[in-house]
């Protein structure tokens, strides 16, 4: 897998996102976990995306429509179930027993917070880092 697909242009900031042991680099849409890594489609990085940045807090589908497909559509929300499946497949060991990303029946996702024995070895949660190419 090539990892230079979109490179940063000399002197532009690329955001990235740490979850534990995932990196997230929002330019390249490249999620991370020691050697594996996985391109992402647009979507996928922004639902992500949007899990990071409120991870331990239960997001309503409503709200991942209305943040990540920009509708207020919610009667048919099997696009978000298919998606949250694909992020699982990337995310989790076990995809028949999520650890991460769980779902709240009827309202919505969460993406757990790692204890502190798992990830990175250290009580970072979730961050946020801006590097310079």
Same mark, same amino acid.
């Given at each position: 897998m090539a990892e230079d697909r979109h490179p940063a242009a000399p002197g532009e900031t690329a955001e990235v996102l740490c979850y534990g042991p995932f990196t997230l680099d929002l330019q390249q849409r490249l999620l991370r976990r020691g050697e594996n890594?996985?391109?992402l489609t647009p979507k996928e990085c922004q639902l992500l995306t949007t899990f990071i940045r409120h991870v331990?807090?239960?997001l309503t589908r409503? +709200?991942?429509?209305k943040v990540v497909w920009d509708t207020e559509e919610v009667d048919d929300t099997r696009t978000l179930e298919v998606h949250v499946h694909w992020l699982r497949r990337k995310?989790? #060991?076990?995809v028949s027993r999520p650890a991460l990303l769980h779902t709240v029946r009827g309202v919505? +996702?969460?993406l757990r917070p790692l204890p #502190?024995?798992?990830g990175d070895g250290s009580s970072r949660q979730a961050s946020v880092s801006n =590097?310079? =190419?």
């Amino acid at each position: 897998m090539a990892e230079d697909r979109h490179p940063a242009a000399p002197g532009e900031t690329a955001e990235v996102l740490c979850y534990g042991p995932f990196t997230l680099d929002l330019q390249q849409r490249l999620l991370r976990r020691g050697e594996n890594v996985h391109v992402l489609t647009p979507k996928e990085c922004q639902l992500l995306t949007t899990f990071i940045r409120h991870v331990g807090h239960v997001l309503t589908r409503k +709200y991942l429509m209305k943040v990540v497909w920009d509708t207020e559509e919610v009667d048919d929300t099997r696009t978000l179930e298919v998606h949250v499946h694909w992020l699982r497949r990337k995310l989790e #060991a076990d995809v028949s027993r999520p650890a991460l990303l769980h779902t709240v029946r009827g309202v919505g +996702y969460v993406l757990r917070p790692l204890p #502190a024995n798992q990830g990175d070895g250290s009580s970072r949660q979730a961050s946020v880092s801006n =590097s310079t =190419s």
